[in-house]
């Protein structure tokens, strides 16, 4: 599928890096208090637990330093909306420590989805209305549960996400590996172990809070402040004996279960794109994998190919620099921009998709790689010859530049109900 719309990672604006000087307010900050949410003890703070307790026992205010509460019940890390009515908005905001480079990501469990489940889930400053959900008001972004959609600086909400469900996980970060532009740094949002959405967001003069809001009768989520995004995996995860799908662990509204990957995104737009990306590189041992279409969803806008590690999630693979893929739904091949070239048939489902690549002659030789130097490195500004492949047989081939890290198997997923079974399997011989 071509895509006409212009790319905001193609506009020339210049970057600004905000985490430098967010990282000095804080440093000039008053330490919190030790032995606070995010671990570690401190005997002096025993007399202040029972003040603790008795101001979490009053629902329409607490800030003891850590923590900010209104109309909420806190127990532990259990947060319970404390009104039967929807007139009142209970928020529960972590004030200890401001979101940063090592405190970037936390997590939120639907544990009772209430009446109407009208919770969110951001960021916020850290003097934000204690009567507002996050992402009402001025200095805040927050995914709300009941209808998916991002609310940033207004109460007017826009299409992001599907509404999330009882037992859901959701969380909410900040990339700081990604290039600042002007003033505002990406947020994005995960449900069960996926990226669902991001949004570029100005942050507030002392940084950004972990802000939850609550909104109908029964409500109550779990708060994990120590979660981490992307999970942690062991060295078992990728073994040759474990579950193929175990390797795509890079997955952007896109779910894994019972060995299908499924898209979840809303599919209403070109940013809506869906992709779940290998984590391990192509090699000359590990060079093809497959992808079987199960369900073609509303358009069957399922693609094949490979793209450089860090390829934005949001976008159909082929379409940016440092990518190439079969598109099933045209039979057309992209090569690192968003218009195709007639290439092959079209896939549909119960159709066998492949991609793989082959070193040319001159790379075949492994005695070039320097002493440390990895054989995905040594291959960077390289050509080599990526091909497909429909139900077995080629349908071509597309000479390509290899980047810095080395190519990774990308399947990319974009209209609602589009599921495929993928297998890295090396070809024989």
């Not at 669902?196 to 950004?208: C, D, H, K, R, S």
């Not at 992209?334 to 793989?356: A, I, L, N, T, V």
């Not at 070193?359 to 002493?371: A, G, I, T, V």
């Amino acid at each position: 599928m071509d895509e006409n719309e212009i790319l905001f990672d193609d506009l020339d604006i210049p970057a600004f890096d905000p985490f430098a000087r967010l990282q000095q307010r804080m440093q000039g900050q008053q330490g919190r208090r030790a032995g606070g949410l995010f671990g570690g003890s401190d005997d002096s703070d025993e007399e202040d637990e029972d003040d603790d307790a008795h101001a979490q026992d009053d629902p329409d205010g607490l800030d003891d330093g850590r923590v900010r509460s209104a109309r909420v019940v806190v127990e532990d890390d259990l947060i319970t909306f404390a009104r039967d009515d929807f007139d009142d908005v209970g928020v529960y905001q972590i004030i200890e420590q401001a979101m940063s480079v090592d405190f970037n990501y936390y997590e939120v469990e639907v544990m009772d989805w209430g009446a109407q489940g009208r919770i969110g889930i951001g960021l916020a400053r850290d003097n934000y209305p204690l009567n507002r959900q996050p992402g009402w008001n001025y200095g805040s972004v927050a995914y709300h549960c009941d209808d998916g959609k991002l609310f940033q600086n207004s109460g007017f909400g826009r299409a992001f996400a599907a509404p999330a469900q009882q037992g859901d996980v959701i969380g909410c970060g900040i990339d700081y590996s990604a290039e600042a532009v002007r003033d505002r740094v990406r947020v994005f949002f995960t449900r069960n172990g996926s990226e669902i959405g991001q949004a570029l967001v100005e942050v507030p003069p002392t940084g950004f809070f972990p802000t939850v809001g609550l909104h109908s009768s029964g409500e109550s989520v779990r708060v994990n402040l120590r979660a981490r995004w992307p999970p942690e995996q062991d060295d078992e995860m990728i073994g040759d004996d474990q579950d193929p799908n175990a390797k795509w662990s890079r997955l952007s509204k896109v779910t894994k279960k019972d060995g299908l990957l499924s898209y979840i995104g809303l599919g209403q737009s070109d940013s809506d794109g869906g992709i779940a990306q290998s984590c391990v590189p192509l090699t000359h041992c590990n060079h093809y994998f497959e992808l079987e279409i199960v369900d073609s969803g509303d358009k069957g806008y399922v693609a094949i190919g490979i793209a450089r590690q860090d390829y934005p999630t949001y976008r159909h693979p082929g379409w940016n620099p440092g990518s190439v893929a079969y598109h099933a739904d045209d039979g057309k091949l992209f090569h690192g921009e968003g218009r195709g070239r007639e290439f092959g048939p079209s896939c549909h489902q119960g159709d066998r998709m492949g991609c793989g690549v082959q070193f040319l002659k001159d790379d075949d030789d492994d005695d070039d790689l320097d002493d440390g130097e990895s054989e995905e490195d040594a291959g960077e500004g390289r050509k080599i010859e990526v091909f497909f492949t429909r139900n077995g047989k080629r349908v071509g081939k597309e000479i390509a530049t290899v980047p810095k890290g080395g190519f990774f198997p990308i399947i990319g997923m974009l209209s609602r109900g589009e599921k495929v079974r993928a297998v890295l399997t090396p070809l024989s011989g």
